[in-house]
């Protein structure tokens, strides 16, 4: 099947299927860049087929990339409105991906870089139902007055941010972390020392533990 976005796919090598992990690249990168942390976790996951979208629009900054918002424009409006065009397309592919490989959301983890992070926050809080759980990396609630009004459903979830990060600042951490507890979501958090922008080793293995946990469980 071809999907609504173009897809990196990485399936189990005894192609049984039982579960998902939808990887969300960070703003100016592609599904190719952010599968390369399943090189590590497929191992630990047989039975996980890993999919990684390219977003929707071209990036403005990067031709060679992609976006899932433009930040054009620093108004904070703007932004929301475009990250909702943005969950849309994602909805719409995830409901895909469901109906090819026969799964629920309960059996399909979502994770994201940066701005992929951003989005998966919001579709953990927006689904009509939880998915399995929801692993950031290096992001931030977008809008909390705009999704504190949109909350269906409570997707576990895990963030992890370098406490050196100069593009998305640690304390938006902190910010994500105070507001999934006040909304009663399970929410676990991970600083990683001297580390920037990035997804290092020990932050993807701090995250596959997680994953397996709750995927295979």
């Known amino acids: 099947m071809k999907f609504s976005l173009e897809t990196k796919i990485?399936?189990?090598?005894?192609?049984?299927?039982?579960?998902?992990?939808?990887?969300?690249?960070?703003?100016?990168?592609?599904?190719n860049d952010i599968s390369?942390?399943?090189l590590n976790w497929k191992r630990f996951l047989p039975e996980t087929i890993f999919l990684c979208p390219n977003a929707h629009e071209?990036?403005?900054?990067?031709?060679?990339g992609f976006q899932w918002f433009s930040l054009d424009k620093e108004d904070p409006d703007y932004i929301l409105e475009e990250s909702v065009k943005a969950e849309k397309k994602l909805n719409f592919f995830i409901n895909e991906i469901k109906s090819e490989y026969n799964l629920n959301n309960s059996e399909i983890c979502i994770s994201g870089f940066s701005q992929g992070c951003m989005m998966s926050i919001n579709l953990g809080l927006?689904?009509?139902?939880?998915?399995?759980?929801?692993?950031?990396?290096?992001?931030?609630?977008?809008?909390?007055e705009n999704i504190s009004k949109r909350i269906k459903s409570k997707t576990k979830m895990l963030l992890i941010h370098g406490d050196q990060d100069v593009v998305v600042p640690p304390n938006?951490?902190?910010?994500?972390?105070?507001?999934l507890m006040r909304n009663k979501v399970s929410?676990?958090?991970?600083?990683?020392?001297n580390c920037g922008h990035h997804i290092p080793i020990e932050a993807s293995s701090f995250?596959?533990?997680y994953i397996k946990k709750n995927l295979y469980i």
């Open 10 to 31: 990485i399936k189990p090598e005894n192609n049984s299927i039982k579960s998902a992990v939808i990887l969300l690249h960070g703003y100016g990168g592609d599904g």
């Open 187 to 193: 929410i676990e958090t991970k600083m990683i020392e």
């Open 126 to 144: 927006i689904a009509e139902e939880n998915f399995n759980c929801i692993v950031g990396f290096s992001g931030k609630i977008i809008n909390k």
């Open 207 to 209: 995250a596959l533990n």
């Open 36 to 38: 390369a942390v399943t």
């Open 58 to 64: 071209v990036c403005s900054i990067n031709p060679n």
């Open 172 to 179: 938006r951490l902190l910010e994500a972390k105070d507001f």
